[in-house]
């Protein structure tokens, strides 16, 4: 519990045996300045791994939910299909990339009033190799249509994020892919919700990425982001066309 909020961790993993034990036994060991846990539940989604992944997590501390399907967003959503109640919920990814400790930056963010933190590794401190050229251009890219089409200044679309319980509702995610954490940044820009970005450092993962560590995987997460980019915008323009003319 985080001043008062109980805290939700969601980890999708995919092949992640070698770190997933690491980062749950880091959330696990956040404490408040009473000595109490911060993470009230880690919850991880075993994304359909041929390795041992579901069982090193569960024996680190772990809920684990099987999720066959591949894609980032619908691992993210089964995992959120059996969260306890809470006010805050955590997303980090599974393979050691960030440092644990600076969780908290993202949950004062939330009590201090925001709808949805992110963690920026632009602002950040990388590690060399972290973040591969591929991966910034992308990120750049992302968030340089963010801010010509909706004029909202961000900088990254880091997955290392926390967010209002009560406003990850209101946002109804749909994405399965890639695209889930670009579709709950807009749709909290569209909706008027306050964001925040917060400095994040960014260490050398463990084990090959599943997005930057193929040209297969990089593509096929770069349109994933580019077409929800592209919905969003086309939903938006309709929606504001209803209205003109329901009006006129």
Same mark, same amino acid.
């Given at each position: 519990?985080?001043?008062?909020?109980?805290?939700?961790?969601?980890?999708?993993?995919?092949?992640?045996?070698? +770190?997933?034990?690491?980062?749950?036994?880091?959330?696990?060991?956040?404490?408040?300045?009473?000595?109490?846990?911060?993470?009230?539940?880690?919850?991880?989604?075993?994304?359909?791994?041929?390795?041992?992944? +579901?069982?090193?997590?569960?024996?680190?501390? +772990?809920?684990?939910?099987?999720?066959?399907?591949?894609?980032?967003?619908?691992?993210?959503?089964?995992?959120?299909? !059996?969260?306890?109640?809470?006010?805050?919920?955590?997303?980090?990814?599974?393979?050691?990339?960030?440092?644990?400790?600076?969780?908290?930056?993202?949950?004062?963010?939330?009590?201090?009033?925001?709808?949805?933190?992110?963690?920026?590794?632009?602002?950040?401190?990388?590690? *060399?190799?972290?973040?591969?050229?591929?991966?910034?251009?992308?990120?750049?890219?992302?968030?340089?249509?963010?801010?010509?089409?909706?004029?909202?200044?961000?900088?990254?679309?880091?997955?290392?994020?926390?967010?209002?319980?009560?406003?990850?509702?209101?946002?109804?995610?749909?994405?399965?892919?890639?695209?889930?954490?670009?579709?709950?940044?807009? *749709?909290?820009?569209?909706?008027?919700?306050?964001?925040?970005?917060?400095?994040?450092?960014?260490?050398?993962?463990?084990?090959?990425?599943? !997005?930057?560590?193929?040209?297969?995987?990089?593509?096929?997460?770069?349109?994933?982001?580019?077409?929800?980019?592209?919905?969003?915008?086309?939903?938006?323009?309709?929606?504001?066309?209803?209205?003109?003319?329901?009006?006129?």
């Amino acid at each position: 519990m985080y001043r008062g909020r109980r805290v939700s961790a969601v980890i999708p993993a995919l092949n992640e045996q070698l +770190a997933i034990g690491k980062v749950v036994q880091q959330l696990n060991s956040l404490k408040n300045a009473n000595g109490l846990k911060i993470i009230d539940d880690v919850i991880v989604c075993d994304n359909g791994s041929n390795d041992n992944t +579901a069982q090193v997590a569960e024996q680190s501390g +772990a809920r684990v939910i099987q999720q066959a399907t591949p894609g980032y967003g619908i691992a993210c959503l089964t995992a959120l299909s !059996i969260v306890k109640p809470c006010e805050i919920i955590l997303f980090v990814d599974g393979d050691d990339s960030c440092f644990i400790e600076q969780t908290t930056s993202l949950l004062a963010g939330i009590v201090n009033g925001d709808n949805l933190a992110i963690g920026s590794r632009v602002k950040g401190n990388v590690e *060399k190799g972290a973040l591969t050229s591929i991966q910034k251009f992308g990120n750049a890219l992302a968030a340089f249509l963010i801010r010509r089409l909706w004029h909202y200044d961000i900088t990254d679309l880091g997955p290392f994020r926390a967010i209002k319980t009560s406003t990850l509702k209101k946002l109804d995610m749909q994405d399965q892919t890639f695209g889930w954490t670009v579709e709950m940044q807009i *749709k909290a820009i569209q909706l008027g919700f306050k964001i925040s970005e917060y400095p994040v450092d960014s260490k050398v993962r463990i084990g090959q990425s599943k !997005i930057s560590g193929t040209i297969k995987g990089s593509i096929k997460a770069g349109f994933s982001i580019l077409t929800m980019i592209a919905k969003l915008r086309l939903m938006q323009r309709k929606t504001l066309a209803k209205f003109a003319l329901e009006d006129s």
